[in-house]
């Protein structure tokens, strides 16, 4: 997928976006900020997305869920790191487990970035998602400097749609999101520029 606005974008720019993305190795937030998951994270990794609670509806997280696809899964996330298009971060709770995951997709020669994730189903219904996007906008705009963020949700996701509204985003009609296994998901889509 690439975002219906397709940003005038120069090269300087585009390659700015690259080397802060590349960079990256944690973002500091008020809950203790999120890292980049390591392959040594991926049985961690895979015993949060079993949960179908978690992953159901996310269609960036490989399928089936197993260790192979989990690392193959992260393995690419490393070559998008390094390229400067995307990450794949981890946040923990405070008693150590993994308590949420986000996934980043940048694509630097249009300014834009989109992000998913999911909570550990102990977190979820406590406003962290709202408060986690919210977050996350932010620092996608203020730190790496894109100017057009795109948010997708599946069409029975009224908690995320709810959320993504609230935040002032566009709704820009739906679209067919790429699971990582080719399948296709029905997507609600929407936009926010800076």
């Not at 995951?101 to 550990?120: K, L, N, R, V």
């Not at 002032?168 to 080719?182: H, L, Y």
């Amino acid at each position: 997928m690439e975002p219906k606005t397709k940003l005038k974008t120069s090269k300087r720019q585009a390659e700015h976006i690259r080397r802060k993305v590349r960079n990256i190795r944690k973002i500091d937030g008020e809950t203790g900020g999120s890292k980049l998951v390591q392959l040594h994270h991926a049985g961690e990794i895979l015993e949060l997305l079993k949960d179908e609670r978690v992953s159901g509806d996310v269609y960036t997280f490989p399928r089936p869920f197993n260790l192979q696809s989990v690392t193959s899964w992260i393995e690419d996330h490393q070559a998008q790191a390094r390229a400067g298009e995307g990450l794949l971060l981890f946040s923990r709770a405070p008693s150590g487990e993994i308590m949420s995951i986000t996934d980043f997709q940048f694509w630097p020669e249009h300014s834009a970035c989109e992000f998913g994730g999911a909570f550990a189903h102990a977190y979820q219904n406590q406003s962290l998602g709202l408060h986690g996007i919210k977050f996350m906008c932010d620092w996608v705009f203020e730190t790496i400097g894109v100017g057009l963020i795109v948010l997708t949700t599946s069409l029975d996701n009224v908690r995320s749609q709810k959320i993504i509204n609230h935040l002032g985003f566009t709704p820009m009609g739906e679209i067919k999101s790429v699971r990582p296994d080719g399948s296709l998901r029905r997507s609600l889509y929407w936009e926010k520029l800076k």
